[in-house]
């Protein structure tokens, strides 16, 4: 992967990762309850996501849960940006 592609994808995750925060944040959800969503008992999981420490990201299975909770599309969690 050239260093624009690598830099692209970077952006991707980091734009995913502030949707689905702003999206958590819009339905009153902690980062707890977010943790359990996902399979995790604790907020540190969810917060090392949302602060991309090591590279963190959410995957498709993480995706398909918050879809199901939240009643959406899992394309309806991907960031409405073009690369």
Request: hydrophobic fraction near 40%.
């Amino acid at each position: 992967m050239s260093k624009e592609e690598h830099s692209d994808v970077t952006a991707y995750y980091d734009a995913l990762t502030e949707h689905i925060k702003h999206l958590r944040k819009e339905r009153n959800i902690s980062q707890l309850k977010m943790a359990n969503i996902l399979g995790h008992n604790s907020t540190s999981f969810i917060a090392r996501i949302e602060l991309r420490q090591n590279n963190a990201n959410y995957n498709l299975s993480h995706l398909i849960l918050l879809a199901k909770e939240w009643n959406l599309e899992v394309c309806d969690l991907l960031p409405p940006v073009r690369i």
